[in-house]
């Protein structure tokens, strides 16, 4: 099979604990509604996205050398994703993330591993090379060899801006795919999310800077993109929500399988729109990520047969889940 998508990031593991409400005084209990076990993490969780889809992959970087490193490279087996270029060091990231029904947002606990930081003199630049586009989510040494690497190549750079910082503002001309979230909009453009005020900031954006595409998530508002054929925002669709946790990651990589197959953007918009929505359905990033059948049924009708959501949730109930039965 050919392996078109390669992403460089940090992974996570999330023990998911889904409450009937979040505590808010001293000594206050809640009731535990449901758990998880799950690999997260931004490009990582964008790789099982795009391998639940049907497309294959690859993840290159450092995984703790631990047995949450160890789930990590595991699950990734049923997500299609190639590991074989990973080092393998230290403990791994972890991070406890707390939801509940009231407030349907997440509360995020985090651990940084010990691994030691991925180098440009790691990168196998022949490996890298069999792929069609590089997905990052940071603006390091190793992502910028990387980007000199793709493009020396004339292939292609997407990006997950979710935080803004200096580093990814100074990173943005030189991305192909600049994707961001809503919170790095409101650092450029403040509060006011007119349509309208949207297209006149992404044009803006995207003729200072260069990028062939530049899109932006919204929550369940939507998303906006714009490239060199038009504009479009993308409104979001109506769901039961459960579980934010990693919405944008896997909406990143929704969108970059219908890129990736010549889709226009304002389509790959709609369809990872699609995919988020599907995702917020169940908990955690990973358990509830749809197949192509799945997301084509949902588009159509606003349905889709929760058959293998369901079989995952249980599956991912245990730590160190190897996989369907």
């Known amino acids: ?68 490193g160890q789930f990590f490279v595991d699950d990734y087996k049923m997500y299609n994703v190639d590991t074989s270029h990973v080092i393998r060091d230290g403990t791994n990231a972890f991070s406890l993330v707390l939801s509940d029904p009231v407030t349907k947002g997440r509360n995020i606990i985090g651990r940084g591993g010990t691994m030691r930081v991925y180098r440009p003199e790691d990168i196998d630049a022949d490996f890298v090379l069999q792929h069609k586009m590089l997905h990052l989510e940071n603006a390091n040494d190793a992502s910028h060899e990387l980007v000199k690497i793709m493009h020396g190549a004339g292939k292609l750079v997407s990006v997950d801006a979710d935080g803004y910082s200096e580093a990814m503002e100074a990173f943005s001309p030189q991305i192909d795919l600049f994707l961001g979230s809503e919170f790095y909009y409101t650092k450029l453009y403040g509060e006011n999310k007119e349509i309208g005020d949207i297209e006149k900031n992404l044009r803006a954006f995207k003729k200072e800077r260069g990028n062939k595409v530049v899109g932006f998530t919204f929550g369940e508002k939507g998303s906006a993109v714009l490239w060199d054929e038009g504009f479009r925002f993308v409104p979001g669709y ?43 359905t169940g908990i955690g990033g990973r358990a509830a990520l749809p197949t192509l059948e799945m997301v084509q049924d949902f588009m159509a009708t606003g349905k889709c047969d929760r058959s293998l959501i369901e079989k995952k949730t249980k599956m991912y109930e245990v730590f160190g889940a190897k996989g369907l039965e």
């Open 1 to 68: 099979m050919e392996r078109d998508l390669v992403a460089y990031g940090t992974p996570f593991v999330d023990n998911l604990v889904h409450i009937d409400h979040l505590p808010t005084h001293r000594d206050e209990g809640a009731r535990i509604l449901h758990t998880s076990w799950q690999c997260g993490g931004k490009v990582a969780s964008a790789l099982a996205a795009y391998g639940q889809l049907g497309g294959y992959s690859s993840f290159i970087g450092t995984v703790g050398a631990d047995s949450f």
């Open 238 to 280: 109506s769901i039961e929500l459960m579980d934010t946790l990693g919405a944008g990651d896997d909406w990143h990589g929704g969108f970059l399988y219908g890129y990736l197959r010549g889709w226009n953007a304002g389509d790959c918009a709609q369809f990872a729109n699609a995919v988020s929505a599907i995702k917020c």
